[in-house]
Structures are given as C-alpha cells and as structure tokens.
C-alpha cells in the first residue's frame, strides 16, 4: 500500500482497509476462472449486484466442489480464490450482473480469531487478563485440533490443488 501511495499513477482505493485489491466487473460466463495471480491463502469476497432472475440465472459454479448455488442481487460470498475454479452463469440479454470482489489475506481471519488482538498484543494482554489468557487458550486448541486433522482430509497434492 505505502508503495501505491508513492506514485501518482496507481492508489489504492481503500486505505488503512483490509481488503488490498477491489475490482468491479461483469462475470465472464464462458471459462471457468481460476486466479492463478492469487496466492492460495488470500480469500476473495465477492458481492454480486445488478437486475437479474436469480432462480433462474446469475449462479456460480464451483467446479473443484462440484457445486452450483443461486445468488441473489446483494449476495455476498466468500471463497478462497487462488484455489478455486469459479464460474457464474450467464443472465439474459435485457438483465446485468456485476461482481464487486475484493481480496484480502487469510491472516485477517487469525487476528479476527484471536479477537482482534495481533500475537505479540494477544501474548502481552493474555499474561495480564485471566479472560485473554482463557480466550487465546481456547483459540491455541482450536488450531492445534485443525493442524491434526487437516492432513487426514488430504491424501495427495491433486485432492488440495486442481489444474
């Protein structure tokens, strides 16, 4: 950000804001898309606007879950980009759709996760306060639960990362 800031050509859009990169567009309803210039741990939300039959048109596809749902206008998801391949179905001729999608990393979720609180401040607070200290103690737990059974979910390099 603090190089965007520098120049006259490029400024980001949302300073001081989590999210790095935002891009409004209409959705290509041909390829499925991947965002192979997305690293696999920055999550994308994406707020789908316009005028369409969202029980008839405007769904997304994602191809590596095998999955389709309707997305009404002002629908936001959120889905881990750099991983998955993404389609949105088309919407009539007379109809629009736009894609407001903005990226931020997933470390975002660990400091929202930890209350707000970033390591060094969550270590200082919990030596402090029983309730901090309870609080990062149940979040240690937790990730230290996923870290022993995330490699049970994954056998093979193809099931975590598709072409």
């Known amino acids: 950000m603090a190089e965007l800031e520098g120049r006259k050509i490029a400024a980001p859009e949302f300073s001081g804001s989590a ?3 935002t891009e409004i567009h209409l959705p290509k309803p041909t390829d499925p898309e991947k965002r192979w210039e997305v690293r696999f741990d920055t999550l994308e939300v994406i707020t789908v606007l316009g005028r ?3 029980n008839r ?3 997304v596809i994602l191809w590596d879950d095998d999955s ?3 997305l009404a206008p002002g629908t936001t998801i959120l889905i881990p980009t750099g991983t998955k391949r993404v389609l949105f179905l088309p919407v009539a ?3 629009k759709q736009f894609l407001f999608r903005q990226y931020f990393h997933s470390s975002i979720l660990r400091w929202i996760e930890k209350g707000g609180y970033s390591d060094s401040t ?6 402090t306060s ?3 200290a309870a609080g990062l103690a149940a979040w240690e737990a937790e990730r230290s ?3 022993r059974t995330s490699p049970k979910l994954f056998s093979k390099l193809s099931d975590v990362y598709t072409l």
């Open 122 to 127: 969550a270590d200082r607070e919990a030596a």
């Open 130 to 132: 029983e309730e901090v």
């Open 93 to 95: 001729a007379d109809e």
């Open 19 to 21: 999210f790095s990169t």
């Open 145 to 147: 639960r996923r870290a």
């Open 68 to 70: 389709i749902f309707p």
């Open 57 to 59: 048109r405007g769904h």
């Open 52 to 54: 369409y039959d969202s």
